[in-house]
């Protein structure tokens, strides 16, 4: 006999769980970023203070970067207009200079030659310090950390299946 849409079974001995793994990790990278603002009457002259100042502090970060340990890029550059109110009419508001800056990113594991580096340019202060996992660290951490809850998993799986009496 031949049944066409017959009820599937109740499924029976079914229990759900769920597990997890958490690995504690220290951060491995830092990333400093220094930054310097210009102000003036002219936007030219504005915009070649910046680039005279990004250029020195690219030029000495360079001396002392090395792949991984200390990488160098350009962050944030940028320049826009400066608004007053004309003296004739207060109403009325009109460009009366300009203002910009700029940043240089330093970032890698070597945490001393970062800061030692930072300390050696001039042109540019520190605006920001943050850290982070490094991509090769944080694929590591992931993979231990689901191991660990795999193995979680079969534990709690194992634990239930001798609770509830089966093989």
């Given at each position: 006999v031949y049944a066409q849409n017959a009820p599937a079974a109740e499924p029976r001995n079914v229990v759900q769980l769920s597990a997890a793994g958490a690995v504690e990790v220290q951060q491995d990278l830092l990333v400093l970023t220094l930054s310097t603002a210009?102000?003036?009457?002219?936007?030219?002259?504005?915009q070649t203070q910046l680039?005279?100042?990004?250029?020195?502090?690219?030029?000495?970060?360079r001396r002392h970067a090395e792949p991984g340990q200390m990488d160098i890029r350009t962050g944030n550059f940028s320049l826009q207009p400066r608004y007053g109110q004309s003296s004739q009419n207060s109403a009325v508001s009109h460009i009366n200079?300009?203002?910009?800056?700029?940043?240089?990113v330093l970032e890698g594991?070597?945490?001393?030659?970062?800061?030692?580096?930072?300390?050696?340019?001039?042109?540019?202060?520190?605006?920001q310090v943050a850290f982070a996992l490094s991509p090769e660290q944080r694929s590591k951490v992931e993979r231990d950390a689901q191991s660990q809850?795999?193995?979680?998993?079969?534990?709690?799986?194992?634990d239930l299946t001798r609770a509830f009496g089966f093989a």
């Open positions: 210009r102000d003036g009457k002219d936007a030219t002259a504005v680039r005279q100042a990004l250029d020195a502090a690219v030029l000495e970060a200079g300009w203002q910009g800056n700029t940043e240089l594991r070597d945490f001393a030659r970062i800061t030692q580096t930072a300390a050696r340019i001039t042109s540019m202060t520190i605006a809850a795999i193995e979680n998993f079969k534990t709690q799986a194992a």
